[in-house]
């Protein structure tokens, strides 16, 4: 049994070392020759050609079935993608990316003043409430404490949606590639 593997493996080996690896210069070689037989040049990708929506061809219908409803037409005609990017609304120039991100912070920052003023108007409707004895005026306190605490609830969600306004935009800023020092 140990014989008849030891053969075995010799003639793996042997058949392995008759294979003959190309060199470097042999691939290289053969690619030129490769390259002087291509007479036509290859398509080259300009920023045109991946902003034009790509052309999809619809298989024709089988005989017997119903047509289906055409598509849409695109909102833009093919024309009106050469023309001046200036039409589309403002420049996103420095001025437009810093300036839109001021805003954003200040929007943010207002809901959250707003919403510890809420907090603090919330804390001291509570303790009016708990100093109250009259059951006339603890009522009157507790409903003005309940719009208090719904108003806070709807500037927490407004907050929650301005971080994400903020995290939006800096993801676009990331993929339009502005720098970061316009961002200040």
Same mark, same amino acid.
């Given at each position: 049994?140990?014989? !008849? ?21 042999? +691939? ?19 920023? *045109? ?18 047509? !289906? ?5 695109? !909102? ?35 809901? *959250? ?8 108007? +919330? ?17 009157? +306190? ?24 903020? !995290? ?17």
């Amino acid at each position: 049994m140990r014989v !008849t593997a030891f053969f075995a493996a010799l003639v793996l080996v042997s058949g392995a070392a008759g294979a003959r690896a190309q060199s470097l210069g042999e +691939i290289a070689k053969q690619e030129e020759a490769r390259r002087d037989k291509v007479t036509t040049p290859s398509k080259v990708y300009t920023n *045109k050609d991946l902003s034009a929506p790509p052309v999809v061809s619809e298989p024709a219908p089988a005989a017997g079935a119903a047509p !289906t409803p055409a598509a849409p037409a695109a !909102t833009t005609p093919p024309a009106a993608d050469n023309k001046d990017k200036k039409d589309d609304g403002p420049a996103k120039d420095q001025k437009y990316w810093s300036e839109r991100k001021k805003q954003l912070d200040a929007k943010l920052e207002r809901d *959250k003043v707003l919403a510890d003023a809420m907090q603090s108007r +919330i804390n001291g409707l509570t303790a009016d409430f708990a100093a109250r004895s009259d059951p006339a005026q603890r009522a009157q +306190i507790e409903r003005d404490r309940q719009r208090a605490v719904a108003e806070l609830d709807s500037l927490q969600k407004t907050i929650k949606d301005d971080q994400k306004a903020q !995290t939006d935009f800096d993801e676009e800023a990331r993929k339009a590639s502005v720098p970061p020092g316009w961002l200040r």
